[in-house]
């Protein structure tokens, strides 16, 4: 596609379920990142993959967060055991390279933890 | 800490009036620059970046930039608001030889008819 795409675009789960996110980056993009939108964390960064490097998992919140991202293009985003808290807006990017080049956001997946 | 700020939390102007939203940065070394509009339930979009060279930048839809190093400042322009410029603004930094966003509160802009 033209643009990087996110899917599902809400998503309503129970505490304590796991859910995943997915992203398409746009093709030809090495770089993928995730973000969190949230009231009260603003726009945060959760996790970084750039080609075929170890990702950049500084951000990720705790241990029930997980990406993977697989043959360098779809990623996937798990978070296990949800919590109320992980009620967010979860946006994915991607760009040429890493470094300044422009990130590209998809529109997100609005999650909300009931 | 390294952080951006963006001091107005919502700003309310006239269709027609002028547009400034303030963006300041606490870093070491000056980092490269963006700012990003939001629109209701949409990604980001990129409006114009800084990497270095010409201070005043020009971006997408009429807006500009300027890049002021004494001040740590990048804020955001236009000359004559639309009512489609309503939305979220978000100024944003990757720190040399960095990777990751680092973004700002965000500024949300009301345009009054």
């Known amino acids: 596609g033209a643009g990087v795409s996110q899917s599902p675009s809400n998503k309503v789960t129970e505490k304590g379920k796991d859910v995943e996110l997915r992203c398409d980056p746009i093709s030809g993009h090495t770089a993928l990142y995730w973000y969190r939108q949230s009231l009260g964390q603003g726009l945060e960064f959760l996790i970084y993959?750039?080609?075929?490097?170890?990702?950049?998992k500084s951000g990720l919140p705790s241990d029930r967060f997980s990406a993977e991202r697989t043959g360098g293009s779809v990623s996937t985003l798990t978070i296990q055991r949800t919590q109320q808290e992980d009620s967010a807006v979860y946006l994915c990017?991607?760009?040429?390279?890493?470094?300044?080049?422009?990130?590209?956001f998809g529109a997100g997946t609005r999650l909300s933890v009931l | 800490a390294q952080s951006v700020t963006q001091p107005d939390i919502h700003i309310t102007v006239s269709e027609g009036a002028s547009l400034e939203l303030r963006c300041n940065y606490s870093y070491g070394a000056t980092p490269y620059l963006f700012w990003y509009v939001q629109s209701p339930g949409q990604g980001l979009q990129l409006l114009l970046k800084?990497?270095?060279?010409?201070?005043l930048v020009q971006g997408i839809k009429g807006f500009e930039a300027e890049f002021k190093r004494s001040q740590s400042s990048f804020n955001l322009r236009k000359p004559s608001v639309h009512w489609s410029d309503a939305a979220e603004y978000f100024c944003?930094?990757?720190?040399?030889?960095?990777?990751?966003?680092?973004f700002g509160g965000g500024t949300r802009v009301l345009v009054k008819p």
């Open positions: 944003a930094v990757v720190r040399a030889a960095g990777n990751k966003l680092t």
């Open positions: 993959f750039q080609g075929n490097s170890a990702p950049d």
């Open positions: 800084y990497f270095s060279g010409d201070t």
């Open positions: 990017a991607s760009s040429l390279g890493g470094g300044q080049d422009i990130q590209y």
